[in-house]
């Protein structure tokens, strides 16, 4: 069973930084992508940026230039660096990753439990 823990959320005045983690652990043969997305209370869960196995990165327009997503195979961790955060940027982060648990599994997504950011005055 893969299981994937975030951490590094807060409340963080607009224009503040912070930067998320997420840890996944288990029996992971391979990893495809990386993702981050959000949910802001009363809206649907949205991308914010993935990263891919062989490194390249997609942000959603909104964030381009303020969020780095970066991704390490080797421990199985990605982070979210956030700057210039925005009162729009609030919401529940969620880390998802899309992979093999085993060498003859399918690929599957994992979510971790989200971790809630805040930016606010």
């Known amino acids: 069973q893969v299981r994937l823990v975030e951490s590094g959320g807060g409340l963080v005045r607009p224009g503040g930084s912070l930067t998320l983690s997420c840890a996944a652990s288990?029996?992971?043969?391979?990893?495809?992508?990386m993702r981050w997305y959000r949910q802001a209370p009363g809206q649907q869960r949205e991308l914010v940026a993935t990263v891919f196995h062989g490194g390249n990165t997609i942000y959603r327009d909104s964030v381009t230039g303020r969020f780095t997503i970066s991704g390490d195979n080797a421990k199985n961790t990605v982070h979210l660096q956030m700057s210039n955060l925005k009162p729009e940027d609030t919401g529940v982060y969620y880390c998802?990753?899309?992979?093999?648990?085993?060498?003859?599994?399918?690929?599957?997504?994992?979510w971790g439990q989200g971790t809630q950011v805040t930016v606010s005055s």
């Open positions: 998802n990753i899309v992979a093999r648990a085993g060498a003859t599994a399918s690929m599957m997504a994992y």
């Open positions: 288990g029996n992971i043969f391979e990893v495809a992508t």
